[in-house]
């Protein structure tokens, strides 16, 4: 990846998030000119400071809302990584103004930024969620996928694409930090539904993929990692059984409680829509969905004659408890 940021200029949204400071942490040993963490939070700003010391890296607090921020920090910028977004399902239902403004106005200002200021690569961080959206965060976060992806329709040169993720592990909002509360300080852990299935990704694999989009980029692509899945129940009993006796408590006493799915939450998600397979291709890590709306621009985009399978998390092969503790003893989640 050397060659893709060495001496490059990059610009981080939301980079104090869980996926925008790891971008940062990585991108750092490709020596890079500078990078710029942009991103709203005081605090998240400061915190990062302290635990990424480089001099190569530099704090602007801003909003991507505020248009003018963002031209300021768009400024002489080679490589954008937009990350910042509004990604709490139920609070993006209770709030749908709020992300719209965020996720789609705020997207368009980094686009039309990036344009003006002429930057190489614009790389979005999207969601499964955006794949036949039910909910207020996955359809806003399917208009900014459209605003980046389409962007290159214009006489814009810069290579814009976008990166679809599922669940990220231990990331914040995710369900093992709430698991790990509930387990330390009770007996009885909420499960919205007993089968619901998501896929996952941990931190490293998702921004793996970040950076394999900004060296593989040509121009309105999504790229999407091939991603296991799993029962959020499995990840519940998995979690009570390792973490239950480091508390003094015995995982038989601990009771499982059915809420009910959250306003805008799936049962099941997809990585691709059916419309879409036509343009998928399909890599041993990855697939990559070409933008159909391309196709009557550039004549080497045209949709398959036989479409790769629709793929969901329910007819994904699920991981069994086993693999899961596996894979989480690995990770130290446990």
């Known amino acids: 990846m050397k060659h893709v940021f060495e001496g490059k200029t990059i610009l981080v949204t939301g980079g104090c998030g869980s996926i925008g400071s790891e971008i940062i942490r990585q991108i750092l040993k490709y020596d890079p000119d500078s990078i710029r963490v942009f991103d709203s939070s005081e605090e998240g700003q400061f915190n990062l400071s302290q635990t990424i010391q480089s001099e190569k890296v530099r704090y602007l607090i801003g909003d991507i809302r505020k248009v003018e921020r963002v031209r300021l920090a768009m400024k002489d910028v080679d490589i954008v990584f937009h990350a910042a977004a509004l990604k709490h399902v139920p609070l993006c239902e209770y709030n749908p103004f709020e992300a719209v403004t965020t996720n789609v106005i705020g997207t368009n200002n980094l686009v039309h930024a990036a344009i003006d200021e002429g930057v190489e690569k614009f790389i979005g961080i999207s969601t499964d969620k955006a794949v036949d959206p039910v909910n207020t965060m996955g359809a806003t976060k399917l208009l900014s996928e459209k605003i980046i992806t389409n962007a290159p329709l214009g006489s ?82 998995v979690m009570v059984e390792e973490l239950a006796p480091k508390h003094g408590k015995n995982a038989s006493e601990f009771s499982y409680k059915v809420i009910g799915i959250r306003p805008g939450e799936k049962l099941n998600e997809s990585l691709l829509t059916k419309e879409e397979t036509a343009y998928t291709a399909e890599e041993q890590d990855m697939y990559i969905l070409r933008n159909s709306l391309l196709a009557n621009h550039e004549s080497k985009i045209k949709p398959q004659i036989t479409p790769i399978a629709q793929i969901t998390s329910a007819t994904t092969e699920l991981l069994g408890k086993e693999e899961i503790r596996k894979i989480f003893r690995e990770k130290k989640l446990v």
């Open 156 to 237: 814009s040169k810069i290579k814009f694409c976008c990166v679809r993720f599922g669940n990220v592990l231990n990331s914040s909002g995710s369900v093992i930090p709430i698991f790990k509360r509930q387990i330390e300080t009770g007996n009885t852990i909420t499960i919205t539904d007993n089968n619901m299935t998501r896929f996952f990704m941990d931190l490293p694999e998702a921004v793996n993929l970040v950076l394999k989009a900004a060296e593989k980029v040509e121009g309105g692509e999504i790229f999407i990692l091939k991603m296991k899945a799993l029962k959020i129940k499995d990840i519940a009993e």
